[in-house]
């Protein structure tokens, strides 16, 4: 059920729109991050491997 906000519905509705916009934004940007993250820290131990073989 939802509840009668009157006059200020408007910014009721559109401050939950923006924080939604705004939850899956951080959420997008986290998960973004993580694999970079992953593929440089993958990039450095190949490296690292390598340099151990032909030390």
Known sequence: MIPDLGRYAVAVLSSYGATI?????????????GRRVKRQLQEVEARQGKAKTNG
């Open 21 to 33: 916009v705004l939850v899956a934004a951080v959420v997008a940007l986290t998960l973004w991050q």
